[in-house]
């Protein structure tokens, strides 16, 4: 069972999209820019999901979708008219991966009708196109940063896609985003693993469970 989590206060309901919520200490959040490696990462309130911690920046609404294990499939940050999907991949430790990646993506959008126009941007060259979608046409923007041995990709949707200067809390977001790659050995590309929370996920099992045992429609206790 996939489900929903509210701000404090609001009604509970089934959804396929968990809201979270990240702790705030009341602190300001450092505008140094990131992402960050979890080896150099100032010292910040972040929601961690793992190999992907969020910092907490006013206004971002962070949206995960995860599986009945709590495993996450979807991290998108949203802000207004604007929202910013996240995703980490290993990558080798000798070089970076955005340039190969970019032109893939690129040549995708391609092959499905949709050029792809190449911009200067904060983190180097992203990646600019207009898509059509059951919504209709909807503008994205790729942005593509290296690490050591790891790789952040942000896709920004909406106003932010089009206006960089409209990015705003998203972009602070991306700044401040810190990765844990971890030790072991992971194919080149493979998305490092996400999760929920443990406090979240032990929420959701519990939940779950409670279902399950709810007695089927139409039956009565004996």
Do not use: H
């Not at 949203?78 to 991949?89: E, R, T, W």
């Amino acid at each position: 069972m996939i489900f929903s989590r509210k701000r404090a206060g609001e009604a509970r309901d089934e959804r396929t999209t968990e809201v979270l919520d990240i702790e705030d200490s009341g602190e300001s959040t450092s505008l140094v820019r990131g992402p960050y490696d979890v080896s150099e990462a100032p010292d910040e309130p972040r929601l961690d999901l793992g190999s992907l911690q969020i910092p907490a920046v006013p206004e971002v609404e962070v949206r995960v979708q995860a599986d009945p294990q709590g495993v996450i499939q979807q991290v998108v940050l949203v802000c207004g008219d604007s929202a910013l999907q996240l995703g980490v991949f290993a990558a080798p430790r000798s070089e970076g991966i955005w340039d190969e990646v970019r032109e893939e993506i690129r040549q995708s959008l391609f092959n499905d009708g949709a050029a792809a126009q190449e911009v200067d941007g904060e983190y180097g060259i992203e990646l600019r196109a207009r898509v059509r979608t059951p919504d209709g046409l909807t503008d994205l923007r790729f942005v593509g940063i290296d690490g050591p041995r790891w790789m952040v990709r942000g896709v920004y949707q909406g106003v932010a896609a089009t206006d960089p200067a409209a990015a705003g809390p998203l972009a602070r977001c991306l700044s401040g985003l810190v990765v844990d790659r971890g030790q072991e050995a992971k194919p080149v590309r493979e998305p490092l693993p996400l999760r929920l929370p443990r406090e979240v996920a032990e929420q959701q099992a519990a939940e779950q469970q409670a279902a399950e045992q709810q007695p089927a429609p139409g039956q009565r206790e004996a």
